[in-house]
C-alpha cells in the first residue's frame, strides 16, 4: 500500500491528468492491497486475541481506532492537500502505511495454526507461547 502511495505522489509531481488510466489503476490495487491486507487485522486480531471473557470490550478498542484513523485521514486529506499539494500529502500517508506494517510486524504475536485456547494462553503468560503450543513448520 505504502509503495501504491508513492507513486501516487509521484504522479502528482507530473502532468497526472494524462495519465487518467494509471492513476484508476492504482486506486484500484490500492483497494485491493488494503482489502486483503491491512483491511481485516483489526477484525481478526480482535477476534483471536483476546481472551474470551475480554473479547467482547477487547473489540471495541480497535474497531474504535480503525474509525479514528479513517476518520483522520478523512479529516485532514484535503486540508493537506490545499497546503503541501496533492505529492507530499500521498508521501505522508504512505509513510503511515509503512509505520502500520512495521509495527504490526514486529508487535502482532503469530497465530497461525494456533488454537485460540493456545492464543488465550499466550495472554495470560505476558506475551509469550509455550513451547507444546509451537506451531510446526509447514502447518495451517
Given at each position: 500500500m505504502f509503495l501504491i502511495?508513492?507513486?501516487f505522489g509521484a504522479m502528482f509531481l507530473t502532468d497526472y491528468q494524462k495519465h487518467g488510466t494509471v492513476l484508476l489503476v492504482l486506486i484500484l490495487l490500492y483497494v485491493l492491497a488494503f482489502a486483503?491486507?491491512?483491511g481485516p487485522i483489526f477484525w481478526l486480531f480482535s477476534a483471536e486475541i483476546?481472551?474470551?471473557r475480554?473479547?467482547?470490550y477487547g473489540s471495541s478498542m480497535p474497531a474504535t481506532g480503525n474509525w479514528t484513523a479513517d476518520l483522520l485521514g478523512s479529516i485532514s486529506f484535503l486540508t493537506l492537500a490545499a497546503s503541501i499539494g496533492l505529492s507530499?500529502?500521498?508521501w505522508i500517508y504512505g509513510?503511515?502505511?509503512l509505520v502500520s506494517v512495521i509495527v504490526v510486524y514486529r508487535l502482532a504475536p503469530g497465530t497461525r495454526a494456533r488454537p485460540l485456547e493456545a492464543?488465550?494462553?499466550y495472554g495470560r503468560r505476558d506475551r509469550s507461547w509455550e513451547p507444546a503450543a509451537e506451531a510446526?513448520?509447514?502447518t495451517r
Open positions: 502511495m508513492a507513486v486483503i491486507g491491512m483476546f481472551l474470551t475480554l473479547r467482547g507530499f500529502t500521498f509513510f503511515f502505511a492464543i488465550e494462553d510446526k513448520p509447514g
